[in-house]
T-cell receptor, first 114, second 114 residues
Framework: GNSVTQMEGPVTLSEEAFLTINCTYTATGYPSLFWYVQYPGEGLQLLLKATKADDKGSNKGFEATYRKETTSFHLEKGSVQVSDSAVYFCALSDQRDSWGKLQFGAGTQVVVTP | DSGVTQTPKHLITATGQRVTLRCSPRSGDLSVYWYQQSLDQGLQFLIQYYNGEERAKGNILERFSAQQFPDLHSELNLSSLELGDSALYFC?????????????FGPGTRLTVT
């Protein structure tokens, strides 16, 4: 079956540091890939997505590229802010499954200190 | 604010009891998804409805059931509750309920079973 693996947290870094969160997937078909962010006490928000190989999703300074050859979708941001402290989830949706249910990784907590 | 509302925000109940969680989707969205977030299992898809009909089922226990009403709100019913059912339950809505339609998440209902 399909699965998503992401690096364990917490990831602690200083403001303006470079952030990378690794995400790899296993899928028998051609998934769409997503990054969601969960701020404390809130629901999940879609951060970015990519629907086919070599697509780059970007939003709010975050980027991720769909790499079919390495089955990866790593999230990066060049200069983090304290407000980026949150839990980040990598997810996939199997495009053969018409109804779009999401399968999530375990989540990575990111803590940015001033 | 995603436009998806969930009530109640918190629920504390005893083992063996039954509870109902409610979700109102964004205006215009026809599909509702339910997800469970627990410490040991992470974020898991439970069930999806589209315009009142069940469309997809995930790891939903037989003690759990859901429905979507004509006004498109949805309810998740959890019965014979066990300690392990303690979790955050999220509802998400999307316009068409397909793999191409973005899901918007509500703030969640935190269920504590004592």
């Amino acid at each position: 079956g399909n699965s998503v693996t992401q690096m364990e947290g917490p990831v602690t870094l200083s403001e303006e540091a470079f952030l990378t969160i690794n995400c790899t997937y296993t899928a028998t078909g051609y998934p769409s890939l997503f990054w969601y962010v969960q701020y404390p006490g809130e629901g999940l928000q879609l951060l970015l997505k990519a629907t086919k190989a070599d697509d780059k999703g970007s939003n709010k300074g975050f980027e991720a590229t769909y790499r079919k050859e390495t089955t990866s979708f790593h999230l990066e941001k060049g200069s983090v802010q304290v407000s980026d402290s949150a839990v980040y989830f990598c997810a996939l949706s199997d495009q053969r499954d018409s109804w779009g249910k999401l399968q999530f990784g375990a989540g990575t907590q990111v803590v940015v200190t001033p | 604010d995603s436009g998806v509302t969930q009530t109640p925000k918190h629920l504390i109940t005893a083992t063996g009891q039954r509870v109902t969680l409610r979700c109102s989707p964004r205006s215009g969205d026809l599909s509702v998804y339910w997800y469970q977030q627990s410490l040991d299992q992470g974020l898991q898809f439970l069930i999806q409805y589209y315009n009142g009909e069940e469309r997809a089922k995930g790891n939903i226990l037989e003690r759990f059931s859901a429905q979507q009403f004509p006004d498109l709100h949805s309810e998740l019913n959890l019965s014979s509750l066990e300690l392990g059912d303690s979790a955050l339950y999220f509802c998400a809505s999307s316009l068409s309920g397909t793999v191409h339609s973005e899901q918007y998440f509500g703030p969640g209902t935190r269920l504590t079973v004592t």
